[in-house]
Every structure is written in C-alpha cells, then in structure tokens.
T-cell receptor
Framework: SQQGEEDPQALSIQEGENATMNCSYK?????LQWYRQNSGRGLVHLIL?????REKHSGRLRVTLDTSKKSSSLLITASRAADTASYFC??????????FGQGTRLTINP | DSGVTQTPKHLITATGQRVTLRCSPR?????VYWYQQSLDQGLQFLIQ???????AKGNILERFSAQQFPDLHSELNLSSLELGDSALYFC?????????????FGEGSRLTVL
C-alpha cells in the first residue's frame, strides 16, 4: 500500500496538554497535508507543508516535515475538548493523487 | 460549510442493486475527487476528474464508474452492490493544477447495503 501511516492510532490526553501525532510515508512527495475529521463528518483541511519546507505553524498547530526520513509530525498545543477528532495526514504523490493515512483518533479529556 | 454538496446523505439498498451518488463542487473548483471510507480500510482514493476529464485513478472497482459533467458536478455510480460496499463516500474539490493543494470535502454519502 502507498498509504501513509499515522502513529499512534489512538491518543487520549487531558485538556491543556499538547498532542503529537506522527505520519510516515513511502514515496517522494510534492506536499503533505493534515486534515481533521469529526465523527462521521467531512474532512477539514488544517495545514499544508511543501516538500522543501521543514516546519510550518498555524495557530496552535505546528507541523514538521523530514523528507529524508519520510515522516511528518503534527503538534497541537494547549489542547481543548473541541480538538477531539480523527487526524489524517495526506501525501501528494504526484499524478493528481492525494493519498490518506489511516488516521489518529485524538480524545481530549476535560 | 465547505461549499461542496453531496446527495443523498444516506442511502440504504440491497445487494445487487445500483446507486448514483452526486457531488457539486465548490464554486470555481475544477477538480473533483472521490474517496471511500470504511471502518477497516481507512480513506481510499477512488478517482479524480479535472474539468470534465479523468486525471487519476485509484482503487476503484470495475463495478464503479464516475464522470464529471460540463457544469462540473460529478456522479459516482456503484453497481452490483455487495455488502462490503457499505461505506461513507466522500467527494472533495479543489482548484486543480499541477500539484494537489487543499481539498474541500463534502459531508459524505453514507451507503448501507443489506
């Protein structure tokens, strides 16, 4: 499979703590994107990082990309109950394909 | 609201039947993507269209077909349905271009095959 793999599959933390999710992939990419999905709803785009970028920030989100290790991480700081969702990484592998990983289920406990 | 509209939201049908899922992309977007999400398979890329033409094909079964019309809406046709086809089917749209940028997802069509 060319899909990325997220790690961990599930993560449960206390409100206010930071959450870190990792994504690994197998092929060269043009960019890597992170999406959030609330239960049974459509996916929402969070952030895009290009293959020549190493780090990107958006509000409480910080994404890193290491193309030599074919991996990325998503850090959510100062988590809130509303951050409870599944988080997916997706890789633009060229040929107009955006391939999604299996996702990390994040639960924020009040 | 992403601006992407999918109908129907829910669909229950029997094995062997055929269904059509419809997607209206965000205004101005030329690319439409179809994904299947089931519990054990994650989010699987099916097919992508750009301005009416097929651009990329993923793990789409021969029993499935899609097209994008001149007004840029798209339909995904699923035939000879099997129990394993039960899933959430998502449509997403983007501006299009050489690299895949941000996708805007609809709320999905939940298909249940009995």
């Amino acid at each position: 499979s060319q899909q990325g793999e997220e790690d961990p599959q599930a993560l449960s933390i206390q409100e206010g703590e930071n959450a870190t999710m990792n994504c690994s992939y197998k092929t060269s990419i043009n960019n890597l994107q992170w999406y959030r999905q609330n239960s049974g709803r459509g996916l929402v785009h969070l952030i895009l990082i290009r293959s020549n970028e190493r780090e990107k920030h958006s509000g409480r989100l910080r994404v890193t990309l290491d193309t030599s290790k074919k991996s990325s991480s998503l850090l959510i700081t100062a988590s809130r109950a509303a951050d409870t969702a599944s988080y997916f990484c997706a890789t633009d592998q060229g040929a107009q394909k955006l391939v999604f990983g299996q996702g990390t289920r994040l639960t924020i406990n009040p | 609201d992403s601006g992407v509209t999918q109908t129907p939201k829910h669909l229950i049908t029997a094995t062997g039947q055929r269904v059509t899922l419809r997607c209206s992309p965000r205004s101005g977007d030329l690319s439409v993507y179809w994904y299947q999400q089931s519990l054990d398979q994650g989010l699987q890329f099916l097919i992508q269209y750009y301005n009416g033409e097929e651009r990329a094909k993923g793990n789409i079964l021969e029993r499935f077909s899609a097209q994008q019309f001149p007004d840029l809406h798209s339909e995904l046709n699923l035939s000879s349905l099997e129990l394993g086809d039960s899933a959430l089917y998502f449509c997403a749209s983007s501006l299009g271009g050489p690299h895949t940028g941000e996708l805007f997802f609809g709320e999905g069509s939940r298909l249940t095959v009995l």
